[in-house]
């Protein structure tokens, strides 16, 4: 990582403390701690219904945890209605079913939040989307509607659309799932591209080969809470719990 | 299409087979592919040219058609220029300059939109009050000045599309100022003012015809999509009393026939204003036709709301976009767009029912026809006439309507999903 020799590395960009998270009677996280330091690439895995998108949910505050401490760059969640507008514009997010915006065409989709959001210019949204579309290699399909465009091609705007909130933070939510086999490469390259720019990246995600040649770290979920963690080496190598290993032989 | 892959590009000029192309190869694969294809087709056939041949011999021979005459520019405007509305002055240009203005506006949505389904319209109501001009009556029954006004909705239409061009004005939203200006100048116009010549006031009662039909059909469409929308929000609100209330408006308006409704709108719209605000009976039918039709509107709405994904909302919201611009920005647009045709359904019913407003005394196009009949018994055996041209007349705007409404879904579908 070239961020990695930075002192701007230490600094803590996701501290969660004890967190719980309860769908009505269903107990979803079940104390969560770990600690995300700036530039830092971090892979979330696990069985299906361990949590892991609650968990990634929760830091931008899609869903709203019940017990413990969330301090996203230094604000803490709360349900204080400034907080989360500030936590929302500084954590990016794309999802499974990439949920583009489908009656505007892909350039308005970037622009809108940072038009609608932080109040831009029309002139400057323009200019940053049109760069970021060439970041995510497809400036050209700037004028189609997302319905028009491949599963792979409408993830990488999803991610365009992210980063055009000048994020500090992005959070991945299984983003290559829905897709087919020769698509995922082209959106593992862009994420690929992001985390070599320094960005603090969560990733749920399945896709080992990511994990193992991006990820700074290693998170094994199951039911709501954190098996273990660690480098993807010492997870591939040398996994310490029994789930983990089980599970990896699983999807391996 | 062109690509430097040789075998596609010779797999691309492969013909079609020969029986599937031309009129011919269409003929034979949609009308008389099997032997019931054949059968049903030859019986439609049968069927379709022996009512023709009926309606055809009954129009152009036996049919009776003096009656639309007789009544003529009645059919329009009701009462309105009649000696007891208007007495010793001629008040036709009055209802006339509301239909110039109507143009003016259908001329600058022509420039706006650039062309297509607008300027079709545009040119269509133009083409048709020009030829107006034309009917063979005496001058003495329309004379010069009214044939004049109503060519002049030709240049009507030019100014409308020149203001897009040549001034500053060539937005969706000052196409929408300038139509509800018109709309208010035009009912100001048909009020009058006393003491100005051929500005006599005219009172609503005699205010009828198409216009009327128009009138309040326009001032319905334009105010109850807003206000169903309104309603379908209130129906989702967390606010339980929010959301009780307008549960409450929606079933009630929709439990009730409008008919009742017209008959309770004497009494009960008073009611809900103050006691000194200017009230007709115009006004009660339009607030109740209104808010009839934006109860359905509501559900309607509500409908294509439901319809919505909810990873669409979530997006936004990972995006910072604040609860109402997640309603106006992404939801509604999206919704609107599902529900078109039910909305239009809901123009189309609510103009329609324009006519129930004789219940209240007042002479739609409709009831000016049913009274005049009833009135000249000599005209009875006109009956047959006189409602199937009616039934044309009000068939024509609705079918304008969906044609509209087609061509604006056709419009929108482009990359939708
Ligand atoms: N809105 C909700 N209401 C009730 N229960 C929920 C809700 N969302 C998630 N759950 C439950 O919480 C648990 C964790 O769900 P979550 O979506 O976080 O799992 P996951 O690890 O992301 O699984 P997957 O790999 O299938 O996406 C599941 O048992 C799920 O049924
Ligand atoms: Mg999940």
Same mark, same amino acid.
């Given at each position: 990582?070239?961020?990695s020799?930075?002192?701007?590395?230490?600094?803590?960009?996701?501290?969660?403390r004890?967190v719980?998270?309860w769908?009505g009677?269903?107990?979803?996280?079940?104390?969560?701690?770990?600690?995300?330091?700036?530039?830092?690439?971090?892979?979330?895995?696990?069985p299906?219904?361990?949590?892991?998108s609650?968990?990634?949910?929760?830091?931008?505050?899609? @869903?709203?945890?019940?017990?413990g401490?969330?301090?996203?760059?230094?604000i803490?969640?709360s349900?204080d209605?400034r907080?989360?507008?500030?936590?929302?514009?500084e954590v990016?997010?794309?999802?499974?079913?990439?949920?583009?915006?489908?009656?505007l065409?892909?350039?308005?989709n970037?622009?809108l939040a940072?038009?609608?959001?932080?109040?831009?210019?029309?002139?400057?949204?323009?200019?940053? %989307?049109?760069?970021?579309?060439?970041?995510?290699?497809?400036?050209?399909?700037? #004028?189609k509607?997302?319905?028009e465009?491949?599963?792979?091609?409408?993830?990488?705007?999803?991610?365009?659309r992210?980063?055009a909130?000048q994020?500090k933070?992005? !959070?991945f939510?299984e983003?290559?799932?829905?897709?087919?086999?020769?698509m $995922?490469?082209?959106?593992?390259?862009a994420?690929?591209e992001?985390?070599e720019s320094?960005m603090?990246?969560?990733v749920?995600t399945?896709?080992?080969? =990511?994990?193992?040649?991006?990820s700074?770290?290693?998170?094994?979920?199951? @039911?709501?809470? $954190?098996?273990?963690?660690?480098?993807?080496?010492?997870?591939?190598?040398?996994?310490?719990?029994e789930?983990t290993?089980?599970?990896?032989s699983q999807i391996? | 299409?062109?690509?430097d892959?040789g075998?596609?590009?010779?797999?691309?000029?492969?013909?079609?087979?020969?029986s599937?192309?031309?009129?011919?190869?269409w003929?034979?694969?949609?009308?008389?592919?099997?032997?019931?294809?054949?059968?049903?087709t030859?019986?439609?056939l049968?069927?379709? #040219?022996?009512?023709?041949?009926? /309606?055809?011999?009954?129009? &152009?021979?036996?049919?009776?058609?003096r009656?639309?005459g007789?009544?003529g520019?009645q059919?329009?405007?009701?009462?309105?220029?009649?000696?007891s509305?208007?007495?010793?002055?001629?008040? =036709?240009?009055?209802?006339?300059? /509301?239909?110039?203005?109507?143009?003016i506006?259908?001329?600058?949505?022509?420039?706006?939109?650039?062309?297509?389904?607008?300027?079709k319209?545009?040119?269509?109501?133009?083409?048709?009050?020009?030829?107006?001009? !034309?009917?063979?009556?005496s001058?003495?029954?329309?004379?010069?000045?009214?044939?004049?006004?109503? #060519?002049?909705?030709?240049p009507?239409?030019?100014?409308?599309?020149?203001?897009?061009?040549?001034?500053?004005?060539?937005?969706?939203?000052?196409?929408?100022?300038v139509?509800? %200006?018109?709309?208010l100048?035009?009912?100001?116009?048909?009020?009058?003012?006393?003491g100005?010549?051929?500005?006599h006031?005219?009172?609503v009662?005699?205010?009828?015809?198409l216009m009327?039909?128009?009138l309040?059909a326009?001032?319905?469409? #334009?105010?109850? !999509?807003?206000?169903?929308?309104g309603?379908?929000l209130?129906?989702?609100?967390?606010?339980?009393?929010?959301k009780l209330?307008c549960? %409450?408006?929606?079933?009630?308006f929709?439990?009730?026939p409008?008919?009742?409704?017209?008959?309770m709108?004497?009494?009960?719209?008073?009611?809900?204003?103050?006691?000194?605000?200017?009230?007709?009976?115009?006004?009660?039918?339009?607030?109740?036709?209104?808010?009839?039709?934006?109860?359905?509107m509501?559900?309607?709405?509500?409908?294509?709301?439901?319809?919505?994904?909810?990873?669409q909302?979530?997006?936004?919201?990972?995006l910072g976009?604040?609860?109402?611009?997640?309603?106006?920005?992404?939801s !509604?647009?999206?919704?609107?767009r599902?529900?078109?045709?039910?909305?239009?359904?809901q123009f189309?019913a609510?103009?329609k029912?324009t006519?129930?407003?004789?219940?209240?005394?007042?002479?739609d196009?409709? @009831?000016?026809?049913?009274a005049f009949?009833?009135g000249?018994?000599e005209?009875?055996?006109?009956?047959?006439?006189?409602?199937i041209?009616l039934a $044309?007349v &009000?068939w024509? &705007?609705t079918?304008?309507?969906?044609y509209?409404?087609?061509?604006?879904e056709?419009?929108?579908?482009?990359g939708?999903?």
């Amino acid at each position: 990582m070239t961020a990695s020799d930075e002192t701007a590395t230490t600094e803590e960009m996701i501290v969660c403390r004890d967190v719980h998270k309860w769908f009505g009677s269903f107990h979803a996280l079940k104390g969560v701690s770990t600690t995300i330091t700036r530039g830092e690439v971090v892979v979330v895995f696990g069985p299906s219904g361990s949590g892991k998108s609650t968990f990634i949910r929760t830091i931008n505050r899609l @869903e709203e945890h019940q017990r413990g401490d969330i301090i996203v760059d230094g604000i803490e969640l709360s349900n204080d209605v400034r907080n989360i507008e500030a936590i929302r514009s500084e954590v990016g997010m794309v999802f499974q079913s990439f949920n583009l915006f489908p009656h505007l065409t892909v350039l308005d989709n970037i622009m809108l939040a940072p038009l609608k959001v932080r109040k831009w210019p029309k002139d400057q949204a323009e200019e940053v %989307a049109m760069s970021l579309l060439e970041r995510v290699g497809i400036p050209e399909q700037a #004028v189609k509607f997302p319905g028009e465009l491949s599963g792979g091609q409408q993830q990488r705007v999803a991610i365009a659309r992210a980063l055009a909130m000048q994020p500090k933070i992005m !959070l991945f939510d299984e983003p290559t799932s829905a897709l087919d086999p020769e698509m $995922i490469k082209e959106v593992l390259d862009a994420m690929r591209e992001l985390a070599e720019s320094g960005m603090t990246m969560i990733v749920v995600t399945h896709e080992m080969g =990511f994990a193992r040649e991006v990820s700074n770290r290693m998170i094994m979920f199951d @039911e709501g809470v $954190i098996v273990e963690e660690g480098t993807p080496h010492d997870i591939f190598n040398n996994p310490q719990q029994e789930r983990t290993k089980l599970f990896l032989s699983q999807i391996i | 299409m062109m690509t430097d892959n040789g075998d596609i590009t010779t797999a691309s000029v492969i013909a079609p087979p020969r029986s599937e192309v031309g009129v011919i190869g269409w003929l034979r694969t949609n009308l008389f592919s099997t032997w019931y294809d054949t059968t049903m087709t030859v019986i439609s056939l049968v069927v379709v #040219v022996w009512l023709m041949w009926f /309606g055809l011999t009954w129009a &152009f021979g036996d049919a009776e058609w003096r009656v639309i005459g007789t009544l003529g520019g009645q059919f329009i405007i009701g009462q309105f220029n009649t000696e007891s509305a208007c007495p010793g002055q001629n008040c =036709f240009w009055r209802p006339q300059v /509301g239909l110039l203005l109507a143009t003016i506006v259908l001329g600058m949505a022509w420039g706006v939109a650039g062309g297509g389904t607008a300027k079709k319209v545009a040119l269509a109501v133009a083409v048709v009050a020009a030829v107006m001009s !034309l009917i063979p009556y005496s001058f003495e029954r329309m004379g010069m000045d009214v044939r004049i006004l109503l #060519v002049a909705n030709i240049p009507a239409v030019f100014l409308g599309l020149a203001i897009t061009r040549y001034t500053p004005w060539r937005e969706v939203k000052h196409v929408a100022i300038v139509g509800v %200006a018109s709309f208010l100048l035009t009912l100001f116009l048909l009020r009058g003012v006393e003491g100005l010549p051929g500005m006599h006031p005219v009172s609503v009662i005699h205010w009828g015809g198409l216009m009327l039909n128009v009138l309040l059909a326009v001032a319905g469409i #334009v105010l109850s !999509l807003p206000i169903g929308i309104g309603l379908a929000l209130g129906r989702r609100s967390q606010l339980p009393v929010v959301k009780l209330l307008c549960v %409450a408006f929606i079933e009630i308006f929709r439990g009730v026939p409008l008919i009742t409704l017209l008959f309770m709108s004497q009494v009960l719209v008073p009611l809900a204003f103050p006691e000194n605000f200017p009230q007709n009976s115009l006004f009660r039918a339009a607030v109740v036709i209104t808010l009839f039709s934006s109860a359905y509107m509501a559900e309607n709405i509500r409908g294509g709301l439901q319809a919505l994904h909810p990873g669409q909302a979530e997006a936004a919201r990972a995006l910072g976009l604040s609860g109402w611009q997640i309603t106006f920005l992404i939801s !509604l647009p999206q919704a609107i767009r599902n529900v078109i045709p039910a909305i239009v359904g809901q123009f189309i019913a609510l103009f329609k029912d324009t006519s129930l407003v004789y219940i209240i005394g007042m002479l739609d196009v409709v @009831e000016i026809g049913r009274a005049f009949i009833q009135g000249n018994p000599e005209y009875l055996p006109s009956a047959r006439e006189l409602f199937i041209f009616l039934a $044309i007349v &009000f068939w024509i &705007f609705t079918y304008g309507m969906s044609y509209v409404s087609r061509r604006v879904e056709d419009h929108l579908r482009v990359g939708t999903r």
